[in-house]
Structures are given as structure tokens and as C-alpha cells.
């Protein structure tokens, strides 16, 4: 079965930080590159970082310097590190390959509030 589970997201402050997790079936994950996207509400989704199969990674100028992606290519897992978070990054959060598979999964809450 295809599938993409995030998981981590939250309620966090402003300057805080987050760790969000993606599961991924093998036939998404393995030799592709990954990414995070994200869709805040009344705004079209987003791609913010990407990671090769080798550990190449590209980021957004939005979320630059402040958000790291990673794999585990033995876990089929993809990771988002955010910090220094901002109210703005308020958005549900998913992963899922590039070009991405036409099936999402469910994403994660963030949202940054004082």
C-alpha cells in the first residue's frame, strides 16, 4: 500500500522549534527525491525543501537557514527540523516525493502563536 504518514507537528511559540517525521511507503520513497511542502490556510500548497537520495538538500528562501530537512534511506523516513519558528510558518505541513505522487497524506498541524 502507497502511503506518505507525517507526524510531529503542534502548537509551539514564536523562536521555537519543531521536528516533524514522514513515513514513506518504499515504492515513494527509495531513490527519489524528497520534499516538504506546506499550505497555510487560503494559500496554495508549497514546496520548502528537498533532499536527493544522496543528501542534497535545496531549501525556500522563506524557511532558509532556519528549517533542515534529512532521510533515513534504511527507515524510508524524511525528517524536517524548524527552527526559529515564526507565526507565519503556521501551515499544515506533508511530505511526499518529487514530482510529487498524486496521493497525499493526511500532514501535520503547525502552528506558531504566542
Known amino acids: 500500500q502507497v502511503q506518505l504518514v507525517e507526524s510531529g507537528g503542534g502548537l509551539v511559540q514564536p523562536g521555537g522549534s519543531l521536528r516533524l517525521s514522514c513515513a514513506a511507503s518504499?515504492?515513494?520513497?527509495?531513490?527519489?527525491?524528497m520534499a516538504w511542502y506546506r499550505q497555510a490556510p487560503g494559500k496554495q500548497r508549497e514546496r520548502i525543501a528537498t533532499?536527493?537520495?544522496?543528501?542534497?538538500?535545496n531549501y525556500a528562501g522563506s524557511v532558509k537557514g532556519r528549517f533542515t530537512i534529512s532521510r533515513d534511506n534504511a527507515e524510508n523516513t524524511v525528517y524536517l527540523q524548524m527552527n526559529s519558528l515564526k507565526p507565519e510558518d503556521t501551515a499544515v505541513y506533508y511530505c511526499?516525493?518529487?514530482?510529487?505522487?498524486?496521493?497525499w497524506g493526511q500532514g501535520t498541524q503547525v502552528t506558531v502563536s504566542s
Open positions: 533532499i536527493t537520495s544522496g543528501g542534497s538538500t
Open positions: 511526499n516525493k518529487v514530482p510529487n505522487f498524486p496521493s
Open positions: 518504499g515504492s515513494i520513497f527509495s531513490g527519489n527525491v
